[in-house]
Every structure is written in C-alpha cells, then in structure tokens.
C-alpha cells in the first residue's frame, strides 16, 4: 500500500498572469458580507474589489485578503460601471431575472466585471440596465436565494474553473 505525505496549509498556487476579474459591489448592509468577498477575492487572487456606500471591512472575517486586495470606495455604482465597460471590461450582475443565464452553462470572458446586489434588494434596475449580461446561480429548494457573500464566492470560483491562470509546472 502506498502511502502519501499531505502538506496542511500549502503555499498558494502562482498565477501566470494576474486575474482580469474585479468584483463590484452594490451598498451592502452587512460589513460581514463586503469582509467575506474581500476574503474570497484574497484567496483567489483577484486584486480589485469595488464597493459602495458605508463600506468598513472586519479584518478578523477579511483576513489577509484585505492586505492583497485593493479595495476601491465610490459613493455610488452606475458611473463605475461605466467606466469599467470603458476599459473593455464586460458587466455581468449577479442576479435572478426573467433574463438570467444559469451559471451551470454561463462562459466569463477574461475581462469580466462581476456586479454584486444588495443582500436585500439585489441589483437595482439603474444597476440592470447597465449590464451585458446576467448570470443566476440555479436553485432547487428553499429559501430561493442565497447569501450575497455565499453567491459572489460561487461565481468567483466558476470564474476561476473556466479561466484558470495558471503558471506551468
């Protein structure tokens, strides 16, 4: 029987090429939403996080993410999200809608700026009519919508999955 040696907590994998994602976020309510994608983004090495509204991390939810991520504060999104379509950026929000694609079948592009809704009301139609495109994340049970955190950190992976990055072995 062959028996293998498991290294707990080992170095991050090197990115050939840094991600093009950024992850813009509507006003959160919660700071421990806005901490736990600040997190996600660290883990994945995806180096910009916009957010709007009264924005405070919690470093103990954030962790070392906060030190390699650059979080960028706005008063408010839509002319953000100009500006990122205007450096060839594609919009796509995050959100269930009568046009949504399932994000079982849904393909990011490189340059891709994933928008984040508000834990309660989700992406504002001033927000949606931004957008190229709208990606949901399929639900099957109750309740029908998940945490904002939980859903942003599911489409950053897919992300990841699709256009992984990374450096030749």
Do not use: W
């Not at 049970?141 to 950190?153: E, R």
């Amino acid at each position: 029987m062959t028996h293998f040696v498991h290294i707990r907590h080992k170095p991050p994998e090197t990115l050939a090429t840094p991600r093009e994602l950024v992850v813009a976020c509507a006003p959160m309510r919660s700071h421990v939403n806005l901490s736990h994608i600040v997190r996600t983004c660290g883990c994945f090495g995806i180096a910009r996080v916009i957010a709007t509204g009264a924005v405070r991390l919690d470093d103990r939810i954030a962790r070392d993410g906060a030190d390699h991520v650059t979080l960028e504060v706005h008063r408010s999104l839509p002319p953000v999200l100009d500006r990122l379509r205007a450096e060839g950026y594609e919009l796509v929000g995050l959100e269930q809608t009568t046009g949504s694609e399932t994000l079982f079948d849904f393909a990011f592009t490189p340059r891709t700026a994933l928008v984040v809704g508000n834990e309660r009301t989700g992406l504002e139609e001033d927000l949606l009519a931004r957008l190229d495109r709208v990606a949901e994340i399929p639900m099957a049970g109750m309740p029908h919508s998940l945490n904002a955190a939980t859903s942003a950190s599911i489409a950053i992976y897919e992300y990841c999955r699709q256009i992984p990055r990374r450096s030749p072995r």
